[in-house]
């Protein structure tokens, strides 16, 4: 329906803002610089305000702070970062998010541990998102696998999208069943115990009859840029 159709066309426009991203990302852009690229990018192809591109870069050595709703700052991003955007898009009022890493150099090996895990968790909480599951059998499954790594998360495996702002469902979690025509946005984000290493992954999904529709075209992947 239209609004579903509102829904696609924006994330869309957050491919365009990663694709944006992908073509300026290299060492001497500050983050502002950075998420100016990714704003003009979705802008040009018809994103409304409020578009909201969080962006936070981390030395590759360590501590790896991949940190939800970091707001950029003008730290000058440099060979051998890690970056971690968080792309928010709007169209006809209604939302898309996707979330992403990049390395700028060869990839620190307890980022490249924890993506591929970060991979498995999206694709496990993917595939349990069925209609007539509630949200706390979504949930129990990304904890499941969480607790094979001995991981944690830094945020909430998915959260509802829709009109306005993204925002999370307030009923109780038990009380929210999946159905066809909700959309999420799903958020495979480990982090380690201690809270210093971690990584973001995550796109807009879809519920149908048949499971979760991926409406981004970007699949996610740890981008490596040398």
């Known amino acids: 329906d ?5 829904i696609r066309k924006a994330a869309r426009i957050c491919d365009h803002g990663y694709f944006g991203e992908l073509s300026v990302l290299r060492p001497g852009l500050t983050e502002f610089q950075l998420q100016a690229a990714i704003m003009k990018a979705m802008f040009d192809v018809g994103c409304e305000e409020p578009a909201l591109v969080l962006v936070n870069s981390c030395p590759g050595t360590g501590p790896i702070m991949a940190i939800v709703d970091s707001y950029p700052s003008g730290r000058v991003i440099r060979s051998g970062d890690v970056v971690f955007t968080e792309i928010t898009g709007q169209y006809g009022g209604y939302c898309a998010q996707s979330l992403h890493t990049f390395c700028l ?10 993506f591929d895990f970060a991979l498995q968790l999206y ?11 509630t949200w706390n059998e979504v949930a129990a499954v990304g904890e499941k696998k969480l607790g094979e790594f001995e991981f944690t998360r830094s945020s909430q495996f998915f959260h509802s999208l829709g009109f306005g702002a993204p925002d999370p469902d307030p009923r109780p979690r038990d009380k929210i069943q999946l159905k066809p025509g909700m959309v999420f946005s799903l ?4 982090i380690t115990p ?6 973001l992954v995550g796109n807009t999904v879809l519920i149908t009859d048949n499971g979760a529709e991926v409406l981004n075209r970007t699949q996610p992947r740890l981008e490596v840029l040398l």
Not at 2 to 6: T, Y
Not at 187 to 190: D, F, H, L
């Open 187 to 190: 958020e495979a984000n480990p």
């Open 2 to 6: 239209e609004e579903i159709a509102f």
């Open 123 to 133: 694709h496990a909480v993917l595939d349990a998102m069925k209609p007539g599951q």
């Open 105 to 114: 150099g060869p990839v620190p090996g307890k980022v490249e541990e924890m």
């Open 194 to 199: 201690d809270g210093k290493w971690g990584v």
